[in-house]
């Protein structure tokens, strides 16, 4: 498999899954008066939810090649909230993954006997694959890479909607879930608009 097939269907499955994403938000934001938006450009896939005084966040989703030539996904959120604790943030995404790495959610062959570990690999460490991108007057964005792991990649391009699942479950999910435990709207930074 080439580069340009491998980072083209990685890129593709990040471009289906934030437009699966802004299409459930939506299904229901003029009832809570919540904006739903994507955007796909160079800077990859990124989904914007807002709500006045409630919610106002950015996620993001892009490939990257590695110089050893592997590939890693990058999810991201933009961060708004004031003196946020980056460390609990690592030392939560470390005690999640380390059980959840492991686990094998699938029932049918050719995954059943597949953990997600086996497809894409995350160590949360700050730094490295967890870093935080700071500029004077925006929201920090927060970015955290997972490894796509080469060896059962074939299943992953063979079972697109399977692939769109597993960076949904695994990537995207638990760290939305893990930064709303951290978010407070009471305590978003003052931002320019940009």
């Known amino acids: 498999m080439s580069f340009d097939s491998v980072y083209h269907t990685i890129d593709h499955t990040l471009d289906e899954l934030t437009e699966f994403l802004r299409f459930r938000y939506a299904d229901g934001a003029e009832a809570t ?5 994507s955007y796909h450009d ?8 807002a ?11 892009k490939v990257l090649p590695s110089v050893s030539g592997s590939y890693f996904i990058e999810t991201s959120m933009n961060n708004k909230v004031a003196e946020f604790d980056i460390h609990d943030f690592v030392r939560r995404l470390a005690s999640y993954y380390y059980t959840e790495s492991l686990q094998k959610p699938w029932t049918h062959e050719p995954f059943r006997d597949l953990c997600y570990g086996d497809f894409l690999r995350i160590e949360p ?15 920090d964005v927060i970015r955290v890479l997972f490894s796509v792991q080469p060896k059962h990649f074939h299943l992953l391009e063979k079972n697109p909607v399977m692939f769109r699942q597993l960076v ?5 999910a ?4 893990i930064y709303a ?3 407070r709207p009471g305590n978003m930074k003052d931002e320019d608009e940009g």
Do not use: M, N
């Open 33 to 37: 008066g919540t904006q739903v938006k």
């Open 42 to 49: 160079d800077r990859g896939h990124r989904l914007k939810l």
């Open 51 to 61: 709500r006045a005084g409630i919610l106002d966040v950015t996620y993001g989703f």
């Open 125 to 139: 460490e700050w730094g490295t694959t967890v870093s935080r991108d700071t500029q004077e007057g925006r929201a």
């Open 168 to 172: 949904h479950e695994f990537c995207f």
């Open 174 to 177: 638990p760290l939305q879930r």
């Open 181 to 183: 435990e951290i978010y």
